[in-house]
């Protein structure tokens, strides 16, 4: 059997070494990139926070309000405008041509749990003609199935029942694909039940494909950027245009019965001076004298 020659060997190791510490100086590289945008991405909390809270008091005759956690704040977009949120409001206000007024409750970091605690109670302020609500992801880490079902329940029976919810995206990391199946498994019998309408976050995420995924990514590989903010939103859009079309509807009925009131009203306005002139003209006629 021929051997090899000394030199080829260590020829072949020297490569294999190269290649390996080639592929170790990446790795390096790109896990201080992720973790460098991650900062950055944190530094940005308050600031996305704060530009939401400007237009909470903003007038708008259509009211949206927003729950959720930082994907809702828009958290790895150029831009809280062009977050999944403030993408939905605009397809809103050109759908409808009116004014619409954004309440966005989400807080970074949320949890289930911290929407059921912290948002739930500030929803109870208003009356929103639409409402979304993507929660969960940041419960994937430490999942407990029966904790997630109680705080998902409790917040969805204080939705509105026009309310459109999120299942979860996906995120590709297998041990993570199987806690997600289970949680959506949760909001979409829970969303039945409850009469709820459910965006497919999930396909429409999963529809991408991996080098997709990762090119609609912020740079710390977790949120979404700007163009995964638009894949978001239209997971969103056709129950959203399903929405507006509702709203539409309501509002031309609306609109219809103040015309009959108006017509009822004008004719029984008109009728009563007819029978007014009609009393004022029979006492002229007994206060004249007879010949």
Known sequence: ?????????????????????????VWRRALRS????????????????????????RKGKLLYVALGDSTAQGIGASSPARSYVGRL???VRHATRTSV????????????????????P???KYQPDIVTVAIGANDI???????????????????????????LPTMWIPEREHRIAEANAIVRRLA????????????????QGLVRTFRNSAG????????????????????????????????????????????ATAGSTARTAERAAARASSRGTETLPRR
């Open 1 to 25: 059997m021929p051997t090899r020659h000394p030199l080829a060997f260590f020829s072949g190791v020297g490569v294999t070494l190269a290649a390996g510490a080639a592929l170790f100086a």
């Open 220 to 263: 710390d590989l977790f949120h979404p950027n700007d163009r995964g903010y638009r894949v978001w939103a239209s997971a969103f859009e056709p129950a959203i245009a399903a929405r507006v079309a509702r709203i539409a509807a309501d509002h031309a009925v609306t609109d219809a019965d103040a015309s009959v009131h108006d017509a």
């Open 89 to 91: 409001s605009v397809r």
């Open 101 to 120: 007024r954004v309440v966005n409750l989400s807080v970074s970091g949320a949890t289930t749990w911290l929407c059921r605690k912290d948002q739930l």
């Open 192 to 207: 039945d039940e409850l009469g709820l309408t459910v965006a497919p976050l999930y396909d429409t995420t999963r529809k």
């Open 141 to 167: 880490i430490d999942f407990d199935a029966e904790t997630f079902e109680r705080n998902l329940r409790h917040i969805y029976e204080a939705l509105p029942s026009h309310a459109i919810v999120a299942d």
């Open 34 to 57: 992720q973790r460098s945008a991650a900062a950055t991405l944190n530094d940005l909390l308050p600031v996305h926070s704060a530009w939401w809270r400007d237009r909470f008091d």
């Open 122 to 124: 500030k929803l109870e």
